[in-house]
């Protein structure tokens, strides 16, 4: 059997579902599409546009077949978020957005059912960022819901139940803090049959498996061979993170970017996570339980330079050091390791579009991820993934504060690099770049030990 060169990976996060296809030869996407990730608010609950999602998928790699030719489907998406299936194979509900907010009762009634941290790794978040609490609400709004469902799958497995009609759940996605699973023994919490749910869960599977061939109705609509494979799937912080646990030894950490800033530490420190604080266990493609810790890097990214970035300058960057002008946690004080505080400035706050507030901007979403790596017991390399990646003034103060060498990568969407990988494990990844040694880093620690007095880090 050939091996596949071209892989199609759905890569849908938060804010963005994109199509990407990556060359395996050289480990590159050749081709990107991207649409909003909007939330629809008809019907039960709001919900995403899986519909509107589906056709720009298909129309994707109907375009990436007759440009490039397809020879096989990667999935992978954000966490927190669990479809349900009815008899025949449709939707029995509307996937929830897992930002949904639940009233206190909710929560409450919630609280008595959620496992112990201890066992699950898995924090109590806000909204539906844990699916066991997506679940129990959905069932308390639509009594008939539960009966109505047949199969419950994790959302890369949504979509690779729409490509080849096969239902699974991966354990990626099941150990993102769901409260569903215990990521250390590799099986499912007591919830499951709290929640009346142990039957209907699809049966687990590694990301690396091959679900299945796309449906002979898709392969002719888009123009596929009917034997193109697709792969379970990937939860999208796993996907960044796969393809260093298939070139990386000893310790390390990766720093998935994106809507959410996720830190993952591999082989670091024996820790006492404190679910207090956004830490939680992630569970790697391998199955295994990986300390982990997070904060909405991206969404704060965008509500500071509120579509004004600008590119700063090393003049911004002096002013900005010699000032000691920074952003106190937490912009968004939902989740992360500050949560609960309101953000402040320390000095007045500079305009939108100036060098200045992007520079002081990078140096607290730096800090921030830099707090992450502390609390997992992080060693060894940084390397950081996806968009920060190209962030200097980041990477600059993320070494300084960590003391450890911080390394970038240059794939456009990381996540979509792993995904394809499950396809190919004997491919191997060049090494990622190793960032320079700031020239002013004594200025930086400096900057790093004020900013940890003054938030308490």
């Not at 990107?32 to 990730?37: D, H, K, S, Y």
């Not at 844990?130 to 959905?138: E, K, S």
């Not at 904060?295 to 704060?300: A, C, I, K, P």
């Amino acid at each position: 059997m050939i091996a596949p060169r071209h892989i199609a990976v759905i890569d849908i996060g938060k804010t963005n579902a994109k199509l990407a296809l990556v060359d395996l030869s050289r480990l590159t996407e050749v081709a990107v599409l991207t649409r909003p990730n909007i939330v629809l608010t008809d019907g039960p609950w709001p919900h995403y546009d899986v519909e509107g999602h589906w056709a720009f998928f298909l129309d994707g790699l109907s375009q990436f077949h007759k440009e490039h030719c397809v020879d096989a489907i990667s999935v992978t998406t954000h966490g927190a978020c669990a479809a349900l299936l009815s008899r025949d194979g449709q939707l029995a509900a509307p996937i929830l957005d897992y930002e949904h907010e639940y009233p206190d009762d909710v929560v409450k009634a919630y609280a008595t059912l959620k496992p112990d941290f201890a066992e699950t790794g898995s924090p109590t978040l806000a909204g539906g960022l844990n699916i066991g609490t997506q679940l129990h609400w959905q069932f308390a709004q639509d009594p008939s819901l539960r009966d109505r469902t047949t199969q419950i799958v994790t959302y890369p497995q949504y979509w690779g139940h729409r490509l080849t009609g096969v239902a699974a759940t991966d354990v990626t996605s099941l150990g993102c803090h769901t409260d569903l699973w215990l990521p250390r023994k590799g099986t499912f919490s007591p919830l499951p049959v709290q929640l009346g749910i142990a039957d209907k869960i699809a049966p687990v599977r590694k990301p690396t498996d091959i679900l299945g061939f796309i449906l002979p109705e898709i392969a002719h609509r888009i123009g596929l061979p009917e034997d193109t494979t697709v792969s379970v799937g990937i939860h999208d912080s796993n996907a960044s993170l796969y393809p260093h646990l298939l070139n990386q030894e000893g310790a390390f950490s990766v720093v998935s970017t994106g809507t959410w800033v996720v830190s993952m530490a591999v082989k670091g420190s024996e820790v006492t996570l404190d679910p207090q604080r956004d830490t939680l266990i992630n569970v790697n493609a391998r199955g295994e339980a990986v300390p982990s810790a997070r904060f909405m890097g991206g969404r704060e990214y965008e509500l500071i330079q509120q579509g004004h970035a600008e590119s700063p300058t090393a003049i911004d960057v002096e002013e900005v050091l010699a000032s000691n002008l920074m952003i106190l946690p937490a912009v968004e004080s939902q989740t992360g390791p500050f949560r609960g505080r309101p953000m402040r400035w320390t000095a007045a706050e500079p305009d939108l579009g100036t060098g200045a507030r992007s520079v002081a901007l990078s140096f607290y979403l730096a800090l921030m991820t830099a707090t992450c790596l502390k609390l997992t017991g992080a060693a060894g390399p940084t390397v950081v993934e996806g968009p920060f990646a190209r962030n200097n003034e980041f990477n600059d103060l993320l070494a300084a504060a960590t003391g450890r060498d911080v390394f970038t990568s240059n794939a456009a969407t990381g996540t979509s690099i792993g995904a394809a990988l499950l396809l190919q494990r004997g491919a191997r990844l060049d090494k990622p770049n190793m960032a320079p040694l700031p020239k002013n880093l004594p200025y930086l620690q400096n900057y790093a030990a004020l900013w940890r007095s003054k938030a308490g880090a």
